[in-house]
C-alpha cells in the first residue's frame, strides 16, 4: 500500500460527493482565503473526499520554500517529502486514532471538535528543520458523520505544547491526550484559570502594558503582577507571550 493512502482510513471513509456539493463550497473556499490573508498562520483544506487538498495559502510558513499551488499540486506527498520519517509515521498514528475518537462523536457535535500536535518540516531548499503546531477541525460533515473537508491551521508552536496530542471541544473546553505508547485516549484535566486572569490575558494579548491592565479592571500593579505569575505557573511557560500562544491554542480565554 502507498503511505499516501494510510492517510485516508475506513474510519472516515467519504463517499457521495456530488459535483453540485463542490460548486456550493466555492464561497467557503473564498472564506477561508480571506481569513488566511489576515493572519501569518498558513491555512489549508484537507478534502477527504477526493483525498487531496483543496486549498492552500500562501502564508510562508507551511510551505517549506514551495508555492502554494506546488503543495497543492503535491498533495499528501507533500508529507512524505517534507517531513522526517519519524514525524510522517507519528503522524499516521495520530490520523488513525484521530478518526477513531472521531467515530464516537455524534454527527452533529464534531464540528466543535479540534485536534492539535507538534510535528516537524523540512525546507526543501535550505534543508533546516522546523517544529510547527498543526491544528485541524472539521469544514464541512457529511450526513453519515465522515468529514468531508477539515480545515488545517499550522503555527509557531507553544513552547509548553512540545510533546502534547490534544483533542479539544472547543465549546466545553473539555480535552483529551493522546498517549501513543497505549494508542489511548485520557481524559485531561482542565487548566482553570480565574476570571481576573483571563482578563490579564486578554489584555495582554492587546498590547496593553501591566499598568495599562491594573487601571482597566481596578487593580493594583502588585496584583497583576500576581496574577500573571499564577498564569505562567498554571500553563507552565516562560513568559506571557507564550501564556498566550498556549491559551490560544487550547482555547482557554473564552
Known amino acids: 500500500m502507498n503511505i499516501v493512502d494510510e492517510f485516508f482510513t475506513n ?7 456530488t459535483k453540485e456539493a463542490y ?3 466555492r464561497d467557503l473556499v473564498d472564506y477561508v482565503d480571506a481569513f488566511a490573508r489576515m493572519t501569518y498562520k498558513s491555512v489549508y483544506i484537507i478534502d ?14 507551511f510551505l517549506c520554500g514551495l508555492s502554494a499551488e ?9 508529507y512524505i517529502d517534507n517531513v522526517p520519517k519519524d514525524d510522517v509515521d507519528r ?7 484521530g478518526f477513531i475518537f472521531s467515530k464516537r462523536i455524534p454527527a452533529e457535535e ?19 528543520v522546523q517544529t510547527i503546531n498543526h491544528q485541524l477541525t472539521p469544514l464541512k460533515i457529511m450526513p453519515d458523520g465522515s468529514i468531508w473537508l477539515a480545515l488545517c491551521v499550522a503555527s509557531i508552536p507553544p513552547k509548553s505544547s512540545d510533546n502534547a496530542i490534544t483533542m479539544i471541544n472547543t465549546r466545553t473546553q473539555e480535552r483529551w491526550n493522546l498517549d501513543l505508547e497505549s494508542n489511548k485516549w485520557r481524559k485531561a484535566k482542565n487548566v482553570v484559570l480565574t476570571e481576573q486572569e483571563i482578563l490579564v490575558l486578554k489584555y495582554s494579548a492587546m498590547g496593553y502594558t501591566m499598568n495599562d491592565i491594573a487601571k482597566k479592571i481596578f487593580k ?13 505557573e498554571k500553563l507552565g511557560t516562560d513568559n506571557i507571550t507564550e501564556a498566550i500562544n498556549y491559551a490560544t491554542t487550547f482555547r482557554l480565554m473564552k
Do not use: C, M, W
Not at 11 to 17: E, I, Y
Open 70 to 78: 506546488q503543495v497543492k499540486e503535491i498533495g499528501y506527498n507533500f
Open 110 to 128: 464534531k464540528r466543535h471538535y479540534t485536534i492539535s500536535y507538534n510535528f516537524k518540516i523540512i525546507n526543501t531548499i535550505s534543508r533546516k
Open 91 to 97: 503522524l499516521l498514528r495520530i490520523n488513525s486514532l
Open 11 to 17: 474510519d472516515n471513509a467519504v463517499t457521495g460527493v
Open 220 to 232: 493594583s500593579f502588585d496584583s497583576i503582577k500576581r496574577y500573571r505569575k499564577r498564569i505562567l
Open 23 to 25: 460548486e456550493s463550497i
Open 48 to 61: 477527504y473526499f477526493k483525498r487531496d487538498f483543496l486549498y492552500v495559502s500562501e502564508n510562508p510558513l
